[in-house]
């Protein structure tokens, strides 16, 4: 079977890849190492005009013969008192050139024969490990070849991970791993993903790798206590993970196999979305999924007890304001004299009774604003353009976040985002404005963070964020940006796993990149990805990331030195309403959550339907 580079899961070749030969087959996605596999034919031999190191060597290539980037290749030579020494590599760029020629013009001699040259092409190999490690350079006039089954695991240290996750096929159609232990917390934690949006299929290779991690059996018995928490804030298309796709074909079910792992939708499942504005009986606000959704919500006494409200603060330049030290004030105040009432979440505050995030705001705007009060809700010695400021945005979040603070719906056991119930659990951002966006992704890490400081290490959980950017960004500080630090720095100990992806690495905040021990890099734009932080690239790799179709990645892990092609298989989830096909439970009656069945609404959003514009497609 052939797999192309991109878009190539329905098993035609793509340009310059070969058939996958037996002896691929003989490196097992898991397991002890592979049995010994026959040597390949020669395809060149290290070349004499270019210098040779350790690190770099150049191979001239036999007539008949060709290597392609990412090609793996070993060469032997014997080192007096050790024996024979195996220098293995990454084909990193290829050349081809007349040999003869001295001039432009020459080319059309040499095409009519009149002048007589050869044509010659160069591969140049970036050396991935020494065996034993022995750094002494090639010789040159030593044959070259292609690594297939154990010298390929050995030259990608794949025969040294003991718990291996494959992520994809590589250009010679053979799995590419990356090692568990980097991804745990065991020698390092978090996985950085970058890319153009709706080219790069950030998503897509995230929610593989989760699946992966999940299904390939690494995990043994660990994977029971093991959580994935999703935050989608494109569309709708996150709300199908537990549905197979339609469009799956046996040639793509043929690269699950390939890779060691079953072709279907994520067998445990869970979803939250906001309720619908306006309705009063916590119906979920999604259009496309209505049973299966459980609506989220907090009231204004956990609004009070849990000290929300810098969250509502969240832009990134806001601590840098002399008005937080009200935010902080008041919140202390709002924890003391906060006092529940009714059985729906309500809260009374020096006698008033607050229902809505609205009474909440105008009950705090006007204690602030109260000579007699504000030396006790702003603090003292406060002005009244730090109080204003204060106010002004305050006053802002009512629209965005009136939706999700209320104590005007029937309370639920089930309303509370929570990993507790299913191994995989995706919260729908989508239909909220990027300030609520940004309030709940703070809020429900922070509670994930207490949750598993209080439950100690155990089990893992995998964190996936996109536009990691806009939450930690490079510059400023704010509640929701020391909350992504901390997983980063402190989570590999807790078990807290980052799963970051965001078009831009340039502008996340640094620690959180260089805390991440897997980066992935799919199409780039060329100004980006001339960065310092891809540097990890070779020169050849950068180039060719501006180029990359969807589905083509390229992956860097400690363990190997240079990173790998990766093409990863079309999701066996649906990733869509159409690719899930028609099942009653999709267009059956909401329920609110934890609640008795609600009628669909009589007329259903005609727009419902219509893809996000700015989401990600599906690489195929």
Not at 233 to 261: H, Q, W
Not at 442 to 465: I, N, Q
């Amino acid at each position: 079977m052939t797999v192309t580079e991109a878009g190539g899961r329905n098993g035609a070749p793509s340009n310059g890849t070969r058939q996958a030969t037996p002896d691929d087959a003989a490196l097992a996605p898991a397991g002890p190492a592979a049995a010994p596999t026959a040597v390949t034919p020669p395809v060149g031999r290290v070349m004499g005009t270019e210098e040779a190191t350790p690190l770099l060597f150049h191979v001239a290539l036999n007539e008949g013969s060709y290597l392609q980037l990412d090609d793996v290749v070993v060469t032997i030579r014997t080192v007096p008192g050790v024996g024979p020494v195996m220098t293995a590599g990454v084909v990193t760029q290829v050349e081809a050139r007349h040999e003869g020629a001295s001039f432009d013009s020459d080319v059309f001699l040499i095409a009519e024969g009149v002048l007589p040259a050869q044509v010659q092409e160069i591969a140049e190999v970036t050396t991935t490990r020494l065996e034993p490690e022995i750094y002494v350079p090639p010789r040159p006039g030593e044959l070259v070849r292609r690594a297939t089954g154990d010298e390929r695991a050995t030259a990608l240290y794949f025969d040294q991970m003991d718990r291996r996750i494959p992520v994809g096929l590589g250009r010679d159609g053979s799995p590419i791993y990356v090692n568990l232990e980097f991804l745990d917390g065991t020698r390092g934690a978090h996985v950085s993903i970058s890319g153009i949006s709706g080219v790069a299929t950030k998503t897509s290779f995230a929610l593989f790798l989760l699946y992966s991690v999940f299904r390939c059996g690494v995990l043994g018995r660990a994977a029971v206590n093991a959580k994935a928490l999703v935050f989608s804030v494109k569309g709708e298309d996150l709300l199908f993970l537990d549905r197979p796709n339609i469009r799956l074909t046996d040639e793509v079910r043929a690269v699950y196999d390939r890779l060691g792992l079953p072709a279907e939708p994520f067998a445990s499942a869970g979803f939250f979305a906001p309720p619908l504005p306006g309705d009063t009986t916590g119906r979920p606000h999604v259009a496309a999924r209505t049973s299966g959704v459980s609506a989220f919500w907090w009231t204004p006494l956990e609004f009070c007890r849990e000290e929300l409200l810098p969250y509502v603060f969240a832009d990134s330049e806001d601590d840098r304001q002399q008005y937080t030290m009200v935010v902080h004030q008041v919140t202390n105040r709002l924890r003391l004299d906060a006092v529940p009432f009714g059985a729906d979440g309500g809260v009374k505050v020096e006698g008033q009774v607050l229902r809505t995030y609205e009474e909440l705001v105008d009950f705090v705007i006007d204690r602030v604003n109260d000579e007699g009060a504000r030396a006790k809700w702003a603090g003292p010695a406060t002005g009244a353009g730090t109080v204003n400021a204060f106010v002004r945005r305050l006053r802002s979040s009512l629209r965005a976040l009136r939706t999700v603070i209320r104590a005007d719906l029937p309370d639920a056991a089930g309303r509370r985002v929570s990993t507790a119930g299913h191994q995989v659990t995706v919260v729908d951002l989508h239909n909220l404005p990027e300030r609520a966006q940004r309030f709940v992704v703070g809020v429900v890490l922070a509670a994930e963070m207490r949750r598993k400081e209080d439950a100690g290490p155990g089990g893992l959980l995998f964190t996936m964020l996109d536009e990691l950017n806009k939450y930690a960004p490079r510059d400023g500080t704010s509640p929701i940006k020391e909350v992504l630090l901390d997983i980063a720095e402190r989570g590999r100990s807790l078990g807290i796993i980052l799963v970051g992806a965001q078009q831009t690495a340039s502008e996340v905040e640094r620690r959180i990149i260089a805390n991440s021990a897997i980066r992935i890099v799919g199409r780039l734009d060329p100004a980006e990805a001339a960065r310092p932080e891809y540097g990890f690239l070779p020169p050849s790799q950068r180039a060719r990331a501006t180029l990359a179709k969807p589905g083509s990645m390229f992956v860097t892990q400690p363990e190997i030195p240079v990173p790998l092609a990766v093409t990863f298989p079309f999701p066996a989830w649906a990733t869509r309403p159409s690719e899930a096909g028609d099942d009653d439970a999709l267009t059956a009656p909401a329920t609110a959550a934890g609640g008795p069945a609600v009628p669909a609404p009589s007329r259903p959003d005609p727009f419902g339907q219509l893809p996000d514009p700015d989401d990600d497609p599906p690489p195929f």
